[in-house]
């Protein structure tokens, strides 16, 4: 990942969000989405979305 700025980030995670929702097919909470990733719920092509996801929140809170 090579985004930098807070405007890019933002705009990175609302896409994979939106990704994410879209391929769980509803709107979860960020609670929701962690017990699918922790329990093993998701699809290979959905813990990529997720795990960065994850990754940009963490750069987001810096």
């Not at 995670?13 to 709107?27: K, Q, R, S, T």
Request: negative net charge.
């Amino acid at each position: 990942m090579r985004i930098t700025n807070t405007e890019a980030l933002r705009a990175r995670h609302d896409e994979l969000l939106y990704a994410l929702e879209a391929a769980v097919g509803e709107n979860l909470s960020s609670e929701d989405l962690r017990m699918l990733a922790d329990s093993g719920r998701f699809s290979e092509a959905e813990r990529a979305l997720y795990d960065e996801l994850r990754r940009v929140e963490l750069l987001l809170e810096r």
